[in-house]
Structures are given as structure tokens and as C-alpha cells.
């Protein structure tokens, strides 16, 4: 069982930039790969990023690279989302959620956060 719990989103001016936290609980969090999910109202649930167990490979939606960088700290079990040059298409509530490998679909993933707003103002 793993808890997740995100936290680092709120408002921000097109441009700016913001950094999601995901800390999750149990020894295990090592051994998942870990990923980033956003909805905006009325939309469906849509792949961000993910990173392997390791950090060592990661992976991005089109919309979001080269904007948006995600990282983890095993040690601190810990995953970010570090976001810039945001626009006001970011919209959404963003969640974190952890598979046992990595993927960029959300029915692959098998724990998740509780999510947290990003609003990106113009």
C-alpha cells in the first residue's frame, strides 16, 4: 500500500513557475515508478510526466516538454514536478500516482494522490 499526498500547486501569472510535491508513505516507494496526471473541468484525466524507480529514465507529454521536469528523491520519498513558463491551458488539478512500471496511461497506475489546483492566470 502506498499513500500519496501532493502538495505546491495555486495561482500563478502566464509565465511563472511552480513546483508540485508528491510524498508518499511506505518503505517501498523505491521500487515504483511514479507519475504526474492533470484534469481540467470538463476534460478527461490526461498523462503530464513519469519517471522510473530509478529517476534514471522519464518521460513527457507533448504539451509540457521542455517546460516541465519531474525528479524524485527516494531517500525522501518524494517525487516533483518542477513547472515553467506556464500558460493558462496548465489549468487542471494536477495528481501523482505510482505504478510498478512506468507508463503514460492512468489505468496502468495503481495508487493516487488526492490532487492539488494549479490555475494559471493570463
Known amino acids: 500500500q502506498v499513500q500519496l499526498v501532493e502538495s505546491g500547486g495555486g495561482l500563478v501569472q502566464a509565465g511563472g513557475s511552480l513546483r508540485l510535491s508528491c510524498a508518499a508513505s511506505?518503505?517501498?516507494?523505491?521500487?515504483?515508478?511514479m507519475g504526474w496526471f492533470r484534469q481540467a473541468p470538463g476534460k478527461e484525466r490526461e498523462f503530464v510526466a513519469a519517471i522510473s524507480w530509478s529517476g534514471g529514465s522519464t518521460y513527457y507529454a507533448d504539451s509540457v516538454k521542455g517546460r516541465f521536469t519531474i525528479s524524485r528523491d527516494n531517500a525522501k520519498n518524494t517525487v516533483y514536478l518542477q513547472m515553467n513558463s506556464l500558460k493558462p491551458e496548465d489549468t487542471a488539478v494536477y495528481y501523482c500516482a505510482a505504478s510498478r512500471g512506468v507508463a503514460d496511461t492512468w489505468d496502468e497506475y495503481d495508487y493516487w494522490g488526492q490532487g492539488t489546483q494549479v490555475t494559471v492566470s493570463s
Open positions: 511506505g518503505r517501498t516507494f523505491s521500487s515504483y515508478a
